[in-house]
């Protein structure tokens, strides 16, 4: 199986990735859907606890790969697209499902990040620039860093959506 990993800070342009991938029927999952789902049914809510303070949880109990291993028991066919990958543990983990194993890292600007996160408006988006940076230090926290600087391919989203669109499109046919 290829496996085709995913980083990038929140706000970089992940999802648009992910829709160019759907349009190319490259089947992939959202390893922060994996944990919302954990989230909702470990009853963190009522205790008051953020859906990024249970993953660090998991992680700490379960050891840094645990979202790995359970995006693992989800994947199946010739190439699979893992949305949201956050360290090098995580890698080590894929890599030990296959040889086939590729980094691609999206990245932005940080002020670009942090309009497109706002505008979105979802649940998780900032309040404020002193929430988006503490979010930013969370994820660092985590390997992602080393993780963008370890890429294996880079895919710089700062001008228009069509000519993103172009470089991922362009970049998933080079890897497929």
């Known amino acids: 199986m290829k496996i085709l990993l995913i ?5 970089a342009g992940k999802e648009e990735l992910l829709n ?16 919302r789902e954990f989230y909702v049914t470990s009853g963190a809510e009522q205790k008051g606890l953020s859906v990024g303070q249970v993953a660090n949880g ?13 995006a693992m028991e989800r994947m199946s066919g010739d190439i699979f697209l893992v ?23 999206v990245h932005a600007p940080r002020a670009i990040r942090y309009q497109r996160l706002v505008k ?25 860093g080393n993780l963008i600087a370890l890429s294996d391919y880079m895919i710089v989203n ?12 362009s970049t998933l046919e080079g890897l497929r």
């Open 83 to 105: 949305d949201g990958c956050r360290s090098l543990d995580e890698v080590g983990s894929y890599r030990g499902l296959s040889e086939d194993v590729y980094i691609i890292a």
């Open 20 to 35: 160019v991938a759907r349009s190319m029927d490259i089947p992939f999952l959202r390893m922060g859907d994996i944990v």
């Open 7 to 11: 980083t990038g800070m929140p706000g």
């Open 120 to 144: 979105r408006g979802r649940e998780d988006a900032p309040k404020d620039i002193d929430e988006f940076d503490e979010r930013d230090r969370r994820e660092m926290g985590w390997g992602l």
């Open 58 to 70: 998991e992680r700490e109990k379960h050891g840094k790969d645990i979202w790995a291993k359970r």
């Open 158 to 169: 700062d001008s228009d959506l069509d000519s993103f669109r172009e470089k991922v499109r």
